[in-house]
């Protein structure tokens, strides 16, 4: 299959800042779609395993945590459907919202080239690599959701509102994402603690666990982590729960749009100079 040339016309090499990326997004809307397709025919090219290990990865996790639960070593509390179901549908939304940040911490170091040489706005690049991490894993999730049936759990129309209870949660995620991709740059060493750091952020979310678990230590942890009510609110209505929408949940969703916010103007503003940083 040939692929598309990549036509980087005057338009698409204007900088851009502020209120104006969104209107950079639309005018490079052909640019984002071609650079999409390319990532998406070079991943399947490379591998077909690359695409079936997104399914598979979260059973290692899965396995884990069940035997911990078996053997008696792990007491998740009640998670009012079957812990496999429960650990399912947890783990790989959890996965699906962390994905972003993996694929966005290496923006700079991994497009810098990319970037200078075509001149385009960056804001392409960002959009670009969030598309492909939807897409690709979208496939998983609806894996999950239909083997759901298995254990005689079965989504309501609610699963509709899925997508928009979890924009907070990715928008954490991207923003913690674009704040590693500064930081590579400029303190490698640091990067790598914090990276690593992200995959603990599971331990003190209710993940792996309910709510109602018996440890209060952890309980107090979940009090006040804004990822905890977005997470709980989307399992139940991919589980055909009883979602509260309290004000937990739209405090925590507006700290996260907050967050991604600040994050992105501080990459804003130091992003030409760490790009000028690499290597050519």
């Not at 290692?60 to 945590?65: A, D, K, N, P, Q």
């Not at 290496?106 to 492909?132: D, R």
């Not at 792996?208 to 309980?219: A, D, G, H, P």
Request: glycine fraction near 4%.
């Amino acid at each position: 299959m040939s692929k598309k040339k990549i036509e980087i016309t005057p338009e698409t090499s204007k900088k851009v800042n502020g209120i104006k990326s969104i209107r950079a997004i639309k005018e490079n809307y052909d640019l984002i779609k071609q650079l999409t397709k390319i990532d998406l025919l070079s991943q399947y090219k490379k591998s077909f395993t690359g695409f079936a290990w997104m399914v598979i990865n979260p059973l290692f996790t899965i396995v884990i945590w069940l035997f911990l639960h078996k053997a008696g070593l792990f007491n998740p509390g009640d998670t009012t459907i079957p812990y496999t179901a429960f650990l399912l549908i947890s783990v790989t939304l959890w996965n699906f919202t962390l994905g972003y940040c993996l694929s966005i911490s290496t923006l700079i170091t991994t497009s810098a080239k990319l970037i200078i040489h075509n001149n385009f706005p960056h804001e392409v690049v960002i959009i670009q690599k969030t598309l492909v991490h939807t897409i690709t894993y979208l496939i998983t999730i609806l894996i999950v959701l239909l083997s759901l049936a298995f254990f005689k759990v079965y989504p309501t129309f609610q699963i509709l509102l899925m997508p928009l209870t979890i924009i907070p949660a990715i928008l954490f995620w991207l923003g913690t994402g674009l704040l590693l991709a500064v930081i590579e740059v400029v303190a490698i060493d640091i990067y790598n603690v914090l990276i690593k750091a992200t995959a603990l952020v599971i331990y003190i979310t209710p993940v792996i666990y309910s709510s109602n678990i018996e440890s209060s230590l952890i309980r107090n942890v979940i009090e006040y982590n804004p990822l905890a009510y977005i997470f709980i609110t989307t399992r139940e209505l991919a589980i055909g729960g009883n979602p509260s929408f309290d004000t937990n949940f739209w405090i925590s969703s507006l700290l996260c749009s907050v967050f991604f916010l600040i994050a992105y103007r501080i990459y804003k503003i130091n992003e030409q100079k760490l790009i000028e940083r690499i290597p050519q």
